[in-house]
Structure formats: C-alpha cells, structure tokens
Nanobody, 116 residues
Framework: QVQLVESGGGLVQPGGSLRLSCAAS????????MRWYRQAPGKEREWVAF????????QYADSVKGRFTISRDNGKNTVYLQMNSLKPEDTAVYYC?????????WGQGTQVTVSS
C-alpha cells in the first residue's frame, strides 16, 4: 500500500540544523512532485517547499527561503528537507506530500521543536 514515512525530527537549539527524510513506497515516486508542509500548534497547515518529479527546480515559502533546502533521490524513493539556521517559529509537525494531477498522498508527520 502507499506509504510516506517521515523521519529526522527532534529537539534542536535555535541556530541549529536538522535534516528530514520522507521515504515513499507503494507508488511510482519518480512521477510525483513532492512538497513539505508544516503545522504549528493552533495554526493551519502551511506549505514550506516544493520539488517537481524531475527535481529540475525548487520553490520555497518566504519564511524559509535561504535556510531550507528540498531535494530528492528518485533512486531511493526519498525526499529530503535540510533545515539550517532554525528558529523557534519553525517549531511544528512537518509533513511530506506527494502529488500528481488530482492524486495526493500524505505522511504521518515528524515533530520539529526549536528551543533552548
């Protein structure tokens, strides 16, 4: 069955880094665009980053531009989110999302907490 499994979250101090991974299975990963979203307590889920199926370019929310990098390895069916210069306001549950036409899949999320 379709699975998206995020990992790599945790507790990090402000200014630190984390690398999130999202391992996909059960569908043809290389034909799907991938996105990262996040949801902070009491807030709506917000889009963070996008990479197309080919990985030809990337797009970012203004709040993370210059600090986060999305990448993918179609040979490993995995998408990554490298997060640098983390801020307390980056604290959220991070979700990966696969999309192709009207089809979307979601992972279960991984918690990222930025605190001293």
């Amino acid at each position: 069955q379709v699975q998206l499994v995020e990992s790599g979250g945790g507790l990090v101090q402000p200014g630190g880094s984390l690398r999130l991974s999202c391992a996909a299975s059960g569908f043809t990963f290389s034909t799907y665009a991938m996105r990262w979203y996040r949801q902070a307590p009491g807030k709506e889920r917000e889009w963070v980053a996008f990479i197309p199926a080919t990985g030809a370019y990337t797009q970012y929310a203004d709040s993370v531009k210059g600090r986060f990098t999305i990448s993918r390895d179609n040979g490993k069916n995995t998408v990554y989110l490298q997060m640098n210069s983390l801020k307390p306001e980056d604290t959220a549950v991070y979700y990966c999302n696969a999309v192709r036409d009207a089809i979307q899949y979601w992972g279960q999320g991984t918690q990222v907490t930025v605190s001293s």
